[in-house]
């Protein structure tokens, strides 16, 4: 089986977050309103197949199939091709410290990226589970799972919990991205993709853009306690870690690893 090495690795990744960087803001827009939507498809599709199932009797099994469904969303993300904001976090950024984007079209990225995240997530929150009744009213089995998966993000935990639990989310989502660059086949990203989002979402961390399904769609579901005040302080505190996670622990380390020290990272041979 073809596949990059490490240093080969942070090769495309350069090459690729310089392309993201330049998008026009249409695909921007565009390709962020599909991503978001895509999260928010893994994040319901998540609640669905785990609602019902007693965490008395299955215990971490709950957490662990919650994780290995979720990770539905980022192979849509990357096998069909789309936006995603932490994502970019670990690609542009390590386009910017080998000097092939600007820091002006990182903060560009990132808030397009995240406002179109926003919308196709919000998009699949209240059209496509609420509404539709795939989330049930209260009592439901639905219902119940989505309001344990929002209450312990949007109320049990404090701000530095989300903002830690978001580094260690982040680092994870963004090496199931850069290990996804390593294959050559579908398969093989697939295969890349599925253990660290398993293992991000298993231990409870914390996901700026699956957090804008969760929370939303719980608030419209009727979820008590989890208001707009809770939810955006959540995403903030989310978006802060997962910044530092995706751009510090990825991006600038794997630069510093194979990059650094290179005049031309787009034209040089692996090393």
Same mark, same amino acid.
Do not use: H
């Given at each position: 089986m073809?596949?990059?090495?490490?240093?080969?690795?942070?090769v495309a990744a350069v090459a690729s977050g310089e392309k993201k960087a330049h998008l026009p803001v249409s695909k921007m827009l565009v390709g962020g309103f599909l991503a978001g939507a895509?999260?928010?498809f893994a994040g319901l599709l998540a609640v669905d197949v785990t609602a019902g199932l007693d965490p008395k009797i299955w215990g971490g099994v709950t957490t662990l199939l919650t994780g290995a469904v979720f990770s539905l969303g980022l192979i849509?993300?990357?096998?069909? $091709?789309?936006?995603? =904001?932490?994502?970019?976090?670990?690609?542009?950024?390590? @386009?910017?410290?080998?000097?092939r984007v600007s820091l002006g079209r990182l903060g560009l990225n990132w808030g397009v990226v995240l406002f179109a995240n926003l919308l196709g997530s919000l998009f699949v929150a209240y059209v496509l589970a609420v509404q539709t009744g795939v989330i049930g009213a209260e009592g439901t089995a639905s219902f119940t799972r989505l309001a344990a998966i929002a209450t312990g993000k949007a109320v049990t935990e404090d701000d530095l919990t989300i903002f830690l639990r978001a580094i $260690?989310?982040?680092? =994870?989502v963004c090496l199931g991205v850069?290990?996804?660059? @390593?294959?050559?086949?579908?398969?093989?990203?697939?295969?890349?993709?599925?253990?660290p989002i398993t293992a991000f979402v298993a231990l409870g961390f914390d996901h700026v853009v699956a957090n804008m399904f969760f929370l939303p769609a719980a608030h419209w579901a009727g979820v008590p306690g989890i208001g707009w005040g809770s939810i955006v302080r959540n995403w903030i505190f989310a978006g802060l870690g997962n910044a530092i996670g995706g751009g510090v622990f990825v991006g600038a380390a794997y630069w510093f690893l194979y990059l650094k020290g290179k005049d031309d990272v787009s034209t040089s041979a692996p090393r």
């Open positions: 073809a596949f990059k090495t490490p240093d080969q690795i942070a895509y999260i928010a849509l993300v990357v096998v069909a $091709g789309s936006e995603l =904001l932490t994502g970019n976090m670990a690609l542009v950024p390590i @386009a910017l410290l080998s000097r $260690g989310c982040n680092w =994870l850069w290990m996804a660059m @390593a294959a050559e086949d579908v398969a093989g990203k697939v295969l890349a993709i599925f253990f």
